[in-house]
C-alpha cells in the first residue's frame, strides 16, 4: 500500500511541475490547490489524547515536594550533586535506562562580591531513542537548581521556580512510558544545572553546556521547549500560559497554540523575547533552533523568596501546561523534521524565483512539497519534488510570492511547512548608495530626523537615498537592486530585537551575490542579524565573516583605534553623550573575524583593559570581508555617535575607494567638463564609452574583487569596447584623464 501511495504521489507531482511553466503566465488567479491530506492526523491525535489523559497532578505535585525536601538546592550548595542522583534514579525508575549525569565545570563570582567558587554541575539527561528517526531530537526540560535573596545555601524551597518545570518534564516521560507510547523521533528530558547563577559565570548554566556538546556532536535538533515557573495561578476561570517566543522559533509558535486551543483549557499569550534576555532556551534561539519558554501568566510573588514553597502552587494549572509540552512533543515527532538551511535565489531577470534547502536526513524520506502564493500561508498551488531545490518562472516583477517548503515520507505524513517570500526584480546598480535606517531615533533620542541628516551629511558628494525601512513590510530586490552600495544604520540598542535586517538577509545574501556593496553600522550585531551559530553556511559566517561576537552590558567604549594603514580612528562625538557614561558608549560588542575576516578597527575606551569597564579594549570591533567576495564592512557601533568630520572621512575611504562609488565633489572647482556615459548597461558583446569633448582617456575594467580585466586607451571621442571573453557578472570601468578619474558600474550579460 504504501509503494502505491507514494507512485501516485510522484505521478501527481511531475504533472504538476510539468503545469508551473505556464502557470504564472497563463492563469494569474488562483486555481484548484493541490491539498496535501492530513494522513494519520487522527491516530496522532488520539495519541495525544491517551497521553495527556494520564497527566496526574498528585503525580506532579510529589515530584515538586521531593525536591523541596532537599531544603536548598541552590549550585553552590554542598548537596547539588545529590539533587542530580535523585533526578537521574527518577528518571531510571520510569523506564529510562539512558539516563546519564553529564558534569561540567563552572567558574562562579558571586554577586556583589569577589568571591569566586568553581564547582562541578551537573546536567541529568534522560534519552528517549526514536524509533524511526533517531537522529532528530526534540527537547523539553527545565532547571533543577534554585537561590533566595535570603540564604540560599540553608533554605530554598524553590517550589515553583524551578521544581514545577522539572517535574513537568519527569511527568511527561512518565506518562510516555505508562501509555506504551514510542516516539519515531528522538525525545530527551533535561534537568539543567547552574540557570540562576549563569550570568555570573564562566559557562551560561547547564543549558550552554548542553548546547556546546550538541553543536559539536552535530546533533539535529528540532525544538527546545523549556518550562521556567509554571504553577502560580489564581484565576478562577480563563487561565493562560505565556508563550515567549524568539524571532527563530518560527512554526513552534503554532504549533504550541494549536496544542494550548485542542487539547487544553489554557488560552496562549504569545510574547515576543529577546535573545539577550535571561533563561534556559537563550542559547538554543542565539544559534537559531526553534525555542520557547513556557511561564506562567501570573507572575508568582513568592519569586526568589522562601515562601516558594509547595502550598502556593496550583497544582492542576501546572498539569495543564504540562499537557501543552506532551502533545507538541507527539505532534513533532510523529511528523518529519522540516527543512533547515532554507533561501530563495533570485536571479535578478525579473520573473524567477529559486528556493533551495538543505537535503533532509529523515530516513523514510519520500521527498519535499513546493507552495507558492501571494498571501502568507494561502497558496495557489502545491507542487512535489525530490531535489532540494525548485525553480518558477514567468513570475510577475515586483510582486511578492510566499513559497513554502516542508518535507513528506513514506507515509504521507508532512513536516511543518517553511515560508519565506521574495519579489522577482531587476538590478540595476544605477543610483549610488542607499542609506537604510533600521531603527527609530537612538539611545539618546535623537529624533528620525536628525538621524537621516547626519548620514546624508556624512554621504555628501556621493549620489544617495534615504529609506526608512522601519515603515515597511518586507523590503525587495528592486528597490535595493537599484543602488551599488548600501549604508545600513542601527543607532538605538533598545530596537536591536526588533531589527528589520533579521528578516531580509536573503534579500541582502542575494544582493551581494550579484555584486552590491554594504556597509553595516550597527547596534549589538548579536541581536541586529538572525541569531547564528557561526559556521559556514551562514550569512554571519559566510558574507560578514564573524566567527563570534561577545557583549557585556558594563564595558565603555569611545572610541574606534584603526588596525588599518590607510584608515584613521574613529572616536565619539561627545556633544551627543550629554557626558553620560563620562562620554562613552555601552553594549559594543566585539567580533571574532572568520578565516576571510579582515580587521579594521579595535576597541578603544579611556578605562584601563584590566577594568570591567576597559577589558573589551583593543579586540576587534569592524571586521571587512575579504574573501572571494569583498564587499561587506561592518562596524558594532553606530557612525551618528562618531565625530562628523571622522565619519565622513571613513565614509569617503569605504565608498569610493572599496566600493568604487563615484565622488561629485573631486576637483569641482575646474571647469572642464568631464561628462562620459558607458551604455548600454546591462550590455552583452561591446560597451560603447563615450567622453565628451574630451581625448586621450584610458580605461580600465575591473571584476568585483577588483583584478584588472581589460585595459583601453583612447584617443578620440568614443570606444566600442569588446567585452564579449567576460563572464557574466558585475564590473567596474574606472575611465583616467590626466588629472580627473570616474568610475562607472555595469552589468555583463
Same mark, same amino acid.
Given at each position: 500500500?504504501?509503494?502505491?501511495?507514494?507512485?501516485?504521489?510522484?505521478?501527481?507531482?511531475?504533472?504538476?511541475?510539468?503545469?508551473?511553466?505556464?502557470?504564472?503566465?497563463?492563469?494569474?488567479?488562483?486555481?484548484?490547490?493541490?491539498?496535501?491530506?492530513?494522513?494519520?492526523?487522527?491516530?496522532?491525535?488520539?495519541?495525544?489524547?491517551?497521553?495527556?489523559?494520564?497527566?496526574?497532578?498528585?503525580?506532579?505535585?510529589?515530584?515538586?515536594?521531593?525536591?523541596?525536601?532537599?531544603?536548598?538546592?541552590?549550585?553552590?550548595?554542598?548537596?547539588?550533586?545529590?539533587?542530580?542522583?535523585?533526578?537521574?534514579?527518577?528518571?531510571?525508575?520510569?523506564?529510562?535506562?539512558?539516563?546519564?549525569?553529564?558534569?561540567?565545570?563552572?567558574?562562579?563570582?558571586?554577586?556583589?562580591?569577589?568571591?569566586?567558587?568553581?564547582?562541578?554541575?551537573?546536567?541529568?539527561?534522560?534519552?528517549?531513542?526514536?524509533?524511526?528517526?533517531?537522529?532528530?531530537?526534540?527537547?523539553?526540560?527545565?532547571?533543577?537548581?534554585?537561590?533566595?535573596?535570603?540564604?540560599?545555601?540553608?533554605?530554598?524551597?524553590?517550589?515553583?521556580?524551578?521544581?514545577?518545570?522539572?517535574?513537568?518534564?519527569?511527568?511527561?516521560?512518565?506518562?510516555?512510558?505508562?501509555?506504551?507510547?514510542?516516539?519515531?523521533?528522538?525525545?530527551?528530558?533535561?534537568?539543567?544545572?547552574?540557570?540562576?547563577?549563569?550570568?555570573?559565570?564562566?559557562?551560561?548554566?547547564?543549558?550552554?553546556?548542553?548546547?556546546?556538546?550538541?553543536?559539536?556532536?552535530?546533533?539535529?535538533?528540532?525544538?527546545?521547549?523549556?518550562?521556567?515557573?509554571?504553577?502560580?495561578?489564581?484565576?478562577?476561570?480563563?487561565?493562560?500560559?505565556?508563550?515567549?517566543?524568539?524571532?527563530?522559533?518560527?512554526?513552534?509558535?503554532?504549533?504550541?497554540?494549536?496544542?494550548?486551543?485542542?487539547?487544553?483549557?489554557?488560552?496562549?499569550?504569545?510574547?515576543?523575547?529577546?535573545?539577550?534576555?535571561?533563561?534556559?532556551?537563550?542559547?538554543?534561539?542565539?544559534?537559531?533552533?526553534?525555542?520557547?519558554?513556557?511561564?506562567?501568566?501570573?507572575?508568582?510573588?513568592?519569586?526568589?523568596?522562601?515562601?516558594?514553597?509547595?502550598?502556593?502552587?496550583?497544582?492542576?494549572?501546572?498539569?495543564?501546561?504540562?499537557?501543552?509540552?506532551?502533545?507538541?512533543?507527539?505532534?513533532?515527532?510523529?511528523?518529519?523534521?522540516?527543512?533547515?538551511?532554507?533561501?530563495?535565489?533570485?536571479?535578478?531577470?525579473?520573473?524567477?524565483?529559486?528556493?533551495?534547502?538543505?537535503?533532509?536526513?529523515?530516513?523514510?524520506?519520500?521527498?519535499?512539497?513546493?507552495?507558492?502564493?501571494?498571501?502568507?500561508?494561502?497558496?495557489?498551488?502545491?507542487?512535489?519534488?525530490?531535489?532540494?531545490?525548485?525553480?518558477?518562472?514567468?513570475?510577475?516583477?515586483?510582486?511578492?510570492?510566499?513559497?513554502?517548503?516542508?518535507?513528506?515520507?513514506?507515509?504521507?505524513?508532512?513536516?511543518?511547512?517553511?515560508?519565506?517570500?521574495?519579489?522577482?526584480?531587476?538590478?540595476?546598480?544605477?543610483?549610488?548608495?542607499?542609506?537604510?535606517?533600521?531603527?527609530?531615533?537612538?539611545?539618546?533620542?535623537?529624533?528620525?530626523?536628525?538621524?537621516?541628516?547626519?548620514?546624508?551629511?556624512?554621504?555628501?558628494?556621493?549620489?544617495?537615498?534615504?529609506?526608512?525601512?522601519?515603515?515597511?513590510?518586507?523590503?525587495?530586490?528592486?528597490?535595493?537592486?537599484?543602488?551599488?552600495?548600501?549604508?545600513?544604520?542601527?543607532?538605538?540598542?533598545?530596537?536591536?530585537?526588533?531589527?528589520?535586517?533579521?528578516?531580509?538577509?536573503?534579500?541582502?545574501?542575494?544582493?551581494?551575490?550579484?555584486?552590491?556593496?554594504?556597509?553595516?553600522?550597527?547596534?549589538?550585531?548579536?541581536?541586529?542579524?538572525?541569531?547564528?551559530?557561526?559556521?559556514?553556511?551562514?550569512?554571519?559566517?559566510?558574507?560578514?565573516?564573524?566567527?563570534?561576537?561577545?557583549? #557585556?552590558?558594563?564595558? /565603555?567604549?569611545?572610541?574606534?583605534? +584603526?588596525? @588599518?594603514? =590607510?584608515? $584613521?580612528? *574613529? !572616536?565619539?562625538?561627545?556633544?551627543?553623550?550629554?557626558?553620560?557614561? #563620562?562620554?562613552?558608549? /555601552?553594549?559594543?560588542?566585539?567580533? +571574532?573575524? @572568520?578565516? =576571510?575576516? $579582515?580587521? *579594521? !578597527?579595535?576597541?578603544?575606551?579611556?578605562?584601563?583593559?584590566?577594568?570591567?569597564?576597559?577589558?573589551?579594549?583593543?579586540?576587534?570591533?569592524?571586521?571587512?570581508? =575579504?574573501?572571494?567576495?569583498?564587499?561587506?564592512?561592518?562596524?558594532?557601533?553606530?557612525?551618528?555617535?562618531?565625530?562628523?568630520?571622522?565619519?565622513?572621512?571613513?565614509?569617503?575611504?569605504?565608498?569610493?575607494?572599496?566600493?568604487?562609488?563615484?565622488?561629485?565633489?573631486?576637483?569641482?572647482?575646474?571647469?572642464?567638463?568631464?561628462?562620459?556615459?558607458?551604455?548600454?548597461?546591462?550590455?552583452?558583446?561591446?560597451?560603447?564609452?563615450?567622453?565628451?569633448?574630451?581625448?586621450?582617456?584610458?580605461?580600465?575594467?575591473?571584476?568585483?574583487?577588483?583584478?584588472?580585466?581589460?585595459?583601453?586607451?583612447?584617443?578620440?571621442?568614443?570606444?566600442?569596447?569588446?567585452?564579449?571573453?567576460?563572464?557574466?557578472?558585475?564590473?567596474?570601468?574606472?575611465?583616467?584623464?590626466?588629472?580627473?578619474?570616474?568610475?562607472?558600474?555595469?552589468?555583463?550579460?
Amino acid at each position: 500500500m504504501k509503494k502505491i501511495t507514494l507512485l501516485m504521489v510522484l505521478i501527481i507531482g511531475m504533472q504538476i511541475h510539468t503545469f508551473s511553466q505556464n502557470f504564472f503566465t497563463k492563469n494569474k488567479s488562483s486555481i484548484e490547490v493541490l491539498k496535501a491530506k492530513s494522513v494519520n492526523n487522527n491516530s496522532i491525535d488520539s495519541l495525544i489524547n491517551s497521553c495527556i489523559a494520564e497527566i496526574k497532578k498528585d503525580s506532579i505535585k510529589n515530584t515538586i515536594q521531593q525536591l523541596q525536601n532537599f531544603g536548598t538546592r541552590y549550585m553552590l550548595a554542598p548537596n547539588h550533586k545529590d539533587v542530580a542522583l535523585y533526578l537521574q534514579n527518577k528518571f531510571i525508575s520510569l523506564g529510562y535506562n539512558n539516563t546519564v549525569l553529564d558534569s561540567f565545570i563552572m567558574v562562579t563570582t558571586l554577586p556583589n562580591s569577589s568571591i569566586i567558587d568553581t564547582t562541578m554541575q551537573y546536567n541529568v539527561i534522560a534519552t528517549y531513542t526514536g524509533n524511526t528517526n533517531p537522529n532528530n531530537v526534540y527537547i523539553v526540560g527545565g532547571h533543577y537548581d534554585d537561590i533566595t535573596n535570603v540564604s540560599p545555601m540553608n533554605y530554598a524551597p524553590g517550589a515553583d521556580d524551578d521544581a514545577s518545570g522539572i517535574a513537568a518534564a519527569i511527568e511527561i516521560a512518565r506518562v510516555m512510558k505508562k501509555t506504551g507510547y514510542i516516539p519515531e523521533s528522538t525525545i530527551k528530558f533535561v534537568g539543567f544545572a547552574a540557570e540562576e547563577l549563569r550570568a555570573y559565570s564562566d559557562v551560561y548554566g547547564g543549558s550552554q553546556h548542553y548546547l556546546n556538546d550538541a553543536l559539536n556532536n552535530n546533533e539535529n535538533i528540532g525544538f527546545f521547549i523549556t518550562h521556567d515557573m509554571i504553577a502560580n495561578n489564581t484565576a478562577i476561570n480563563n487561565w493562560k500560559l505565556n508563550i515567549n517566543y524568539h524571532i527563530t522559533s518560527g512554526w513552534t509558535v503554532q504549533l504550541a497554540n494549536n496544542i494550548c486551543q485542542n487539547f487544553t483549557s489554557l488560552t496562549p499569550i504569545n510574547n515576543f523575547y529577546s535573545i539577550n534576555s535571561g533563561g534556559d532556551d537563550i542559547p538554543f534561539a542565539r544559534v537559531g533552533i526553534p525555542a520557547l519558554y513556557f511561564v506562567e501568566n501570573e507572575w508568582s510573588p513568592n519569586w526568589h523568596k522562601e515562601s516558594d514553597t509547595i502550598g502556593s502552587c496550583n497544582m492542576e494549572y501546572c498539569a495543564e501546561v504540562t499537557k501543552v509540552s506532551v502533545g507538541m512533543l507527539i505532534k513533532a515527532s510523529e511528523k518529519p523534521l522540516g527543512i533547515k538551511n532554507y533561501f530563495i535565489i533570485n536571479p535578478a531577470n525579473g520573473h524567477t524565483l529559486q528556493p533551495s534547502w538543505k537535503a533532509s536526513t529523515e530516513n523514510d524520506l519520500a521527498g519535499y512539497k513546493v507552495y507558492i502564493g501571494r498571501n502568507s500561508a494561502i497558496y495557489d498551488t502545491v507542487f512535489f519534488t525530490t531535489d532540494t531545490s525548485f525553480t518558477f518562472n514567468n513570475l510577475l516583477t515586483d510582486t511578492i510570492y510566499y513559497i513554502g517548503v516542508n518535507v513528506i515520507n513514506n507515509k504521507g505524513i508532512e513536516s511543518a511547512i517553511i515560508e519565506k517570500s521574495d519579489a522577482p526584480g531587476f538590478v540595476t546598480f544605477a543610483n549610488g548608495i542607499l542609506i537604510v535606517r533600521d531603527s527609530k531615533g537612538g539611545i539618546f533620542t535623537p529624533t528620525d530626523q536628525e538621524v537621516d541628516d547626519f548620514y546624508s551629511q556624512i554621504c555628501d558628494g556621493f549620489v544617495h537615498s534615504q529609506y526608512d525601512a522601519t515603515s515597511v513590510n518586507k523590503i525587495t530586490l528592486s528597490t535595493i537592486g537599484q543602488y551599488s552600495s548600501i549604508l545600513w544604520h542601527m543607532n538605538d540598542d533598545n530596537w536591536c530585537p526588533f531589527s528589520i535586517l533579521k528578516n531580509h538577509t536573503d534579500l541582502l545574501r542575494n544582493y551581494l551575490n550579484l555584486g552590491g556593496h554594504i556597509l553595516f553600522t550597527l547596534y549589538k550585531p548579536s541581536e541586529a542579524f538572525p541569531p547564528s551559530d557561526f559556521k559556514k553556511g551562514s550569512f554571519l559566517y559566510d558574507y560578514v565573516n564573524i566567527a563570534g561576537i561577545s557583549n #557585556n552590558t558594563s564595558t /565603555r567604549f569611545c572610541g574606534a583605534k +584603526s588596525f @588599518s594603514f =590607510n584608515l $584613521d580612528s *574613529l !572616536y565619539v562625538d561627545s556633544l551627543k553623550l550629554y557626558g553620560l557614561y #563620562n562620554n562613552h558608549l /555601552r553594549n559594543i560588542e566585539i567580533f +571574532s573575524p @572568520s578565516q =576571510n575576516g $579582515d580587521i *579594521l !578597527y579595535l576597541y578603544d575606551s579611556k578605562y584601563d583593559s584590566i577594568t570591567t569597564e576597559g577589558c573589551f579594549k583593543n579586540k576587534p570591533v569592524a571586521i571587512e570581508n =575579504n574573501g572571494t567576495v569583498k564587499n561587506v564592512i561592518t562596524l558594532s557601533f553606530p557612525l551618528y555617535y562618531i565625530k562628523t568630520e571622522e565619519a565622513k572621512d571613513f565614509i569617503f575611504h569605504v565608498m569610493h575607494d572599496k566600493f568604487f562609488e563615484n565622488y561629485t565633489k573631486i576637483n569641482e572647482t575646474k571647469s572642464n567638463n568631464f561628462d562620459i556615459i558607458a551604455y548600454p548597461n546591462p550590455a552583452s558583446d561591446y560597451l560603447v564609452v563615450e567622453g565628451i569633448g574630451l581625448k586621450k582617456l584610458s580605461f580600465t575594467i575591473y571584476n568585483i574583487v577588483g583584478q584588472v580585466v581589460i585595459t583601453v586607451n583612447l584617443d578620440n571621442n568614443s570606444s566600442k569596447i569588446n567585452i564579449a571573453s567576460l563572464n557574466a557578472g558585475i564590473y567596474f570601468i574606472k575611465i583616467n584623464t590626466a588629472d580627473k578619474s570616474k568610475t562607472i558600474k555595469f552589468i555583463k550579460r
